[in-house]
């Protein structure tokens, strides 16, 4: 039974800046790939920023890079993304999802294999 619960949503100005949390429980969290995934009203899902299972490699949309920056503590079972200099169009649903163990993260992002999903915190990012 993994869970995945997002945290930290909530509506800001542009320029400002919010810190998301995903709190996990039900896998051994230091041993997947975990990712920010935003979806916005009409469009797909966009994923954000990716990060190895020891928090070494990270990987950034270039829509986020620069201002953007996923962490986590496995210690205490929690991803997190620092969201700097927010603009309008950072405005969507972000969830947490974790990678299977069993497939390449190249190959889990391009079928999307994804297994585990909260269920996303909102961000909205308005003058």
């Known amino acids: 039974q993994v869970q995945l619960v997002e945290s930290g949503g909530g509506t800001v100005g542009p320029g400002e800046s919010l810190k998301l949390s995903c709190a996990a429980s039900?896998?051994?969290?230091?041993?997947?790939?975990m990712s920010w995934v935003r979806q916005a009203p009409g469009k797909g899902p966009e994923w954000v920023a990716i990060?190895?299972?020891?928090?070494?490699?990270?990987w950034y949309a270039d829509s986020v890079k620069g201002r953007f920056y996923i962490s986590r503590d496995n210690a205490k079972n929690t991803l997190t993304l620092q969201m700097n200099s927010l603009k309008p169009e950072d405005t969507a649903l972000y969830y947490c999802?974790?990678?299977?163990?069993?497939?390449?993260?190249?190959?889990?992002?391009?079928?999307?294999?994804?297994?585990?999903w909260g269920l996303g915190t909102q961000v909205t990012v308005s003058a």
């Open positions: 999802a974790s990678a299977p163990l069993d497939k390449p993260l190249a190959v889990v992002q391009a079928q999307n294999l994804w297994d585990h």
């Open positions: 039900g896998l051994i969290f230091n041993l997947h790939d």
């Open positions: 990060i190895g299972p020891d928090g070494s490699g990270t």
